[in-house]
């Protein structure tokens, strides 16, 4: 008996070695970086007025342009290859993907100067990181895929829950997702829909948001359920704050939004009406919680709880947690929101 007893004392002590360690893992390499960035959500900071031009150049036939959650450092596919520049002392690091194979898609963290990016090769997708501060590649997982024409979509990751998760296309219009953590589990979520849209993840709890292209709804898991709103036949997913905040807009019969809805999951939701109904891609909300609409003929931003406007310089590509990052001439502008 007492050698039983002892079997089992001495399982228990491994398996919680082998959990401890997967934590370690996590908190000290996968989703920790080089600066001091807690286990929070970045607010908006204060921030002068002065507009920057950094030294980061881009190439007019670069794609995919995309930066970092502080605009520290911005990145583009040029000729199928991946690159990074740093967007104070202009540096540009190629990432070289393993041997055989290439960069089919990458995505930055939303707190942290880290990417995923997913390699392809014939039949197999990989999921790894990519520190940019110590131009470092690790393994995460590998990806189911249907075919050989299997390719990822969109990837949403929440450093609080440690989890990732993938939307794969299958095929013509057919999506499939998984769920991936980082003791390398893997699973398929099995959604109300195969034809998804835009996808998001809850900061603080294990579930996902997402767009049913189908019925035109959005859609919670975990148990999957829609979000209905009174008065609503048509709606679509903008955005989910740092505050677990999801913001859906109301689709009108022009296909644009007149009406954001936000709210938390199983809680009470608010709406804000637009004057003047605009394309989903002109809307933006920062992790804070701000909603800005886009004007890219007047080149501004107007936020939507205050009508501040803020006037940025070229094309706008994206808001990051405290300005808005465009590009003129060639060249990375950063502009602090008023």
Known sequence: MKKVFKKIIICIIISL???????????????????????????????????????????SNATTINVSYDASYISYYLNNELYVVNTITGKSVNVSPSAGVRISFYKWLPDRNRMLIVETHERNLSLSYYDVTQSQKSKVSDILMISSASIVKDIEASPLTNVIYIKVKNGYKYYSTYWVNIMK??????????????????????????????SNKVYATGPDHVLNFSGSTKSCLIAIDSNDKVYVGDVDSSNKIDKIYYGTLGGNWQSLSLKT??????????????????????????ELQTSKKTTYKGTLLQLYNNGIASLHDGNLVKTPLN
Not at 283 to 297: E, P, R
């Open 185 to 214: 589990s893997r699973k398929k979520i099995v959604t109300q829909s195969k034809y998804i849209g835009k996808i998001q993840v809850v900061p603080h709890v294990d579930k996902m948001v997402y767009e049913d292209l189908e």
């Open 17 to 59: 070695i082998i959990q401890m360690s997967g934590l370690f893992y996590l908190n000290n390499y996968l989703l920790t970086s080089t600066t001091n960035v807690k286990s929070q959500k970045v607010a908006d900071s204060n921030i002068s007025n002065k507009v920057s031009v950094s030294k980061a150049s881009i190439p």
């Open 277 to 302: 109904p605009v394309s989903k891609d002109h809307l933006f909300v920062t992790a804070s919680g701000k909603a800005y609409i886009n004007d890219n003929i007047k080149r501004n931003v107007t």
